[in-house]
């Protein structure tokens, strides 16, 4: 089967269940919170969000130097986490 001939069906087959069932058609088609986070969630950015917590926990506890510490690990991390996710996409 080609695939013109392919994506014509599959898009028959989803116009049918919209019209069938469009509460689940919008469940399926509409991503949960958690899975968007999920699908954010990198190694570097949960590491950047960790210093992130631990410098506001150091501030809270009166921790100056530290807090800066945490917040520029943070920082860089969260940073290269975007970095890294852009140079990713436009590699060939």
Partial sequence: MSRGRERRRLKKIERQLTSDDPEFAHRMTTPRPITKLMRWMTLWRALG????LFAVLCLILGQATEFF??????ALLLIYASWH???RQHRP
Avoid: F, W
């Fill in 69 to 74: 510490v945490a917040g520029l690990t943070a």
């Fill in 85 to 87: 996710e852009r140079n």
């Fill in 49 to 52: 969000v960790l210093a992130a």
